[in-house]
């Protein structure tokens, strides 16, 4: 299966287009924002576990980056709230499951084999925050080859201040504005090589979560 799998082109998918699709287990639909594969696949979607779902116990061949965004995540015996982000490297085994009902973004098979240890920060916790020119990061995972931190920017501030060589955003709070269109929570947008200046925060100002592999063209510094 392919889902926006051409990474050449800028992909934006708001949440009135969501298209959401029954998995292999009973109360667990997804939406899938990119896909190259069939069930084991490198992918990116939002999940959402009706309450008391689980999902059988797997294991993660390429790893697994999660985001939760509403409820309350469970994987064996550990619970995460909303706001928790958490990285499980290649190689790892879980059951997740939610008593109560969540949703997540997740992403699959897209982390390096050196990747060992597994990452959980929780982003409501004000001390994991810093100062940023206009604004505030939350930094969650870096490497030389990615980065990956939430973002909180005040009205009118550009996302990007330079060139990227490929992001990633994740609309969690407040909108972005790009020309005459208007961006609110929940849109995903993907975006290749390129500069992206009419991309900024919106009149109320924005968080939202950032991938990239040029966090030295953000004025991200913390």
Not at 49 to 69: D, M, N
Request: proline share 9%; aromatic share 8%; charged share 20%.
């Amino acid at each position: 299966m392919l889902v926006n799998a051409d990474f050449t082109q800028p992909v934006i998918v708001k949440p009135g287009e969501y298209q959401w699709r029954a998995s292999p287990s009973a109360g667990v639909e997804r939406v899938m924002l990119d896909r190259s594969g069939a069930e084991v696949a490198r992918a990116t979607s939002i999940v959402r576990y009706a309450p008391g779902s689980t999902f059988p116990a797997h294991r993660h061949p390429g790893g697994e980056e999660i985001l939760v965004l509403s409820g309350t995540f469970s994987a064996d015996d550990e619970h995460f709230p909303a706001g928790w982000y958490l990285r499980n490297p290649p190689g790892s085994t879980h059951r997740p499951a939610s008593a109560a009902g969540t949703t997540i973004f997740v992403k699959l098979m897209q982390m390096a084999a050196t990747e060992t240890q597994p990452v959980r920060i929780d982003t409501n916790d004000p001390e994991n925050w810093f100062p940023i020119p206009d604004g505030q990061t939350c930094p969650l995972f870096t490497d030389g080859a990615e980065d990956v931190r939430l973002v909180r920017l005040v009205p009118g501030v550009r996302v990007f201040a330079g060139p990227i060589h490929g992001a990633e955003i994740l609309l969690l709070a407040g909108t972005l504005t790009a020309a005459d269109q208007e961006y609110s929570p929940g849109t995903w947008i993907r975006l290749p090589s390129g500069e992206y200046a009419a991309l900024v925060a919106g009149e109320h100002g924005v968080e939202c979560y950032v991938k990239t592999g040029t966090p030295q063209a953000m004025n991200w510094s913390e």
